[in-house]
């Protein structure tokens, strides 16, 4: 079956970096881009941005722009989330999710990054 | 701030018809599709309503969807207890960025 699995939770402290994984199967990896969605504790839904499995190319949130950095390793099937300089307020549960007409049909279980001093 | 506009609670009665507002601009919600999304607590989204009214397999006929101009609804009939969740709306937006709405959290009375 089609899934998504994401690697664990992490501990960072303020200006830190944290690399997310997010392996996916049961599809054809390079056919399907990938998104990355975050929420804060008690809060919302939040787009981070894109990446196409097949170019590697990639588009970000304005907010995150310079922080965020998205990759892939077709020979894995595995898309990353890198998000620099961390701070407080980063602290929150990341997502990958699938895209194409069923946008975010597929999601993978989260990823929890907690940034504390 | 979220860049499209929900109410942030909603409630109903079981077998009662309750509808979620999403309000957006001609950027979003007027020029592209509109999907909502379900989350029960500690879990990720579920897919409810693609393409503005289309719904996955699975997803049962109570979750229907409509957009008007810059606004979408989704609306729920039959409501059950486990309807109880927090609702979202998302739509892409010009920009090549998708934005969601805030979320609204449905009680069930």
């Known amino acids: 079956q089609v899934q998504l699995v994401q690697s664990g939770a992490e501990v960072k402290k303020p200006g830190a970096s944290v690399k997310v994984s997010c392996k996916a199967s049961g599809y054809t990896f390079t056919s399907y881009y990938m998104h990355w969605v975050r929420q804060a504790p008690g809060q919302g839904l939040e787009w981070m941005g894109i990446?196409?499995?097949?170019?590697?190319?990639?588009s970000y949130a304005q907010k995150f722009q310079g922080r965020v950095t998205m990759t892939r390793d077709t020979s894995t099937s595995t898309v990353y989330m890198e998000l620099s300089s961390l701070r407080s307020e980063d602290t929150a549960v990341y997502y990958c999710?699938?895209?194409?007409?069923?946008?975010?049909?597929?999601w993978g279980q989260g990823t929890l990054v907690t940034v504390s001093s | 701030q979220s860049v499209l506009t929900q109410p942030p609670s909603a409630s109903g009665t079981p077998g009662q018809r309750v509808t979620i507002s999403c309000s957006g601009s001609s950027s979003n919600i007027g020029s592209n599709y509109v999907y909502w999304y379900q989350q029960l607590p500690g879990t990720a989204p579920k897919l409810l309503i693609y393409r503005n009214n289309q719904r996955p397999s699975g997803v049962p006929d109570r979750f229907s969807g409509s957009k008007s101009g810059t606004s979408a609804s989704l609306a729920i009939s039959g409501l059950r207890s486990e309807d109880e969740a927090d609702y979202y709306c998302a739509a892409w937006d010009d920009s090549l960025s998708v934005s969601f709405g805030g979320g609204t959290k449905l009680t069930v009375l």
């Open positions: 999710a699938r895209g194409g007409i069923l946008l975010f049909r597929v």
């Open positions: 990446i196409n499995p097949s170019g590697g190319s990639t």
